[in-house]
């Protein structure tokens, strides 16, 4: 039995980290959404032995893969609800989301693989029970199986869901970087955050109660300034899109990829095709996605 399954990518609104922990993580303050650009993953329930397979080069065909830790993950935990523990799976990645980018991508095909499991077995597990396992791999995994905007704080394992999030189209670069989350965050330096000057109450307060604004006029991302210092190539790929665009271009997670956003998809299919051609022979890829 062969089971496909979308794992969408996601993107940080906006991202403040709000201090650094004594266990070497950071506490975070974001406002998170999925978006449409996504993996294909399929899930053979018939193999005897656990296997992971994907198209992408830079993505590792085994036992490190986050979807494949996620599939040992569940198996385990099955032995406390009086499963006999399973090793027998094949998953196959055909990816679209790029490595590296800040999109999610691994911890989305690790929540994808998760929640397919959980079906595939009946529901054993509570969306809540899945969210707590899937913390254990990533932090932005409990956002994926959680399933809606919400705004996240802590590592990423407290969430409040947004509701009516306006919807967005946006063209979004990868710029041919694959940036280190961990290198990212140690980088940061807090004299250049502005999370102290961010009136997190009161914008907390407009999400939660389903307000509409326009998020364009809130999207920041502390992180943004530690990646341009490791990474000076997105930097430049940012004002390159922002003059190409004529309007505000913001990094999503750790970097590298970056998005703009526009209220009518005429516009976004205008920008992309603009940036597909000044990129022809570019190393950077552009993608034309939306939210809602």
């Not at 920008?271 to 996605?289: A, D, I, P, Q, T």
Request: glycine fraction near 6%.
């Amino acid at each position: 039995m062969i089971k496909k399954v979308k794992s969408f990518a996601k993107i940080n609104l906006f991202l403040y980290v709000t201090s650094r922990r004594k266990d070497g993580y950071h506490n975070l303050y974001s406002l998170m959404t999925q978006i449409d650009l996504c993996d294909d993953i399929y899930i053979d329930f018939s193999k005897k032995e656990l296997s992971i397979a994907c198209d992408h080069p830079y993505v590792p065909e085994d036992d490190s893969n986050l979807a494949c830790k996620a599939a040992v993950l569940f198996y385990h935990s099955l032995k406390t609800h009086g499963f006999k523990e399973k090793k027998g799976l094949s998953i196959e990645i055909i990816k679209r989301i790029p490595p590296g980018g800040g999109l999610g991508g691994g911890s989305s095909n690790a929540a994808a693989v998760l929640i397919a499991l959980n079906a595939h077995y009946k529901m054993p597990f509570s969306k809540a029970e899945l969210m707590e396992m899937g913390l254990k791999l990533g932090a932005d995994i409990p956002f994926f199986i959680f399933g809606s905007p919400a705004i996240v704080k802590g590592v990423g394992e407290r969430l409040e869901k947004v509701l009516n999030l306006r919807p967005y189209h946006l063209v979004l670069c990868d710029p041919g970087i694959f940036a280190s989350t961990a290198k990212v965050y140690k980088n940061i330096d807090f004299r250049l955050t502005v999370n102290q000057k961010y009136n997190i109450k009161t914008s907390l307060n407009v999400l939660l109660r389903g307000q509409e604004f326009d998020i364009r006029d809130q999207a920041y991302n502390d992180l943004e300034e530690s990646a341009y210092r490791l990474y000076p190539e997105i930097k430049e790929t940012k004002e390159e899109m922002e003059l190409l665009l004529k309007r505000r271009v913001f990094m999503t997670g750790s970097g590298s990829s970056l998005f703009a956003l526009f209220s009518a998809r005429e516009n976004a299919n205008k920008g992309y095709e603009r940036l597909l051609k000044h990129w022809n022979k570019s190393k950077r890829k552009v993608f034309l996605s939306s939210f809602n």
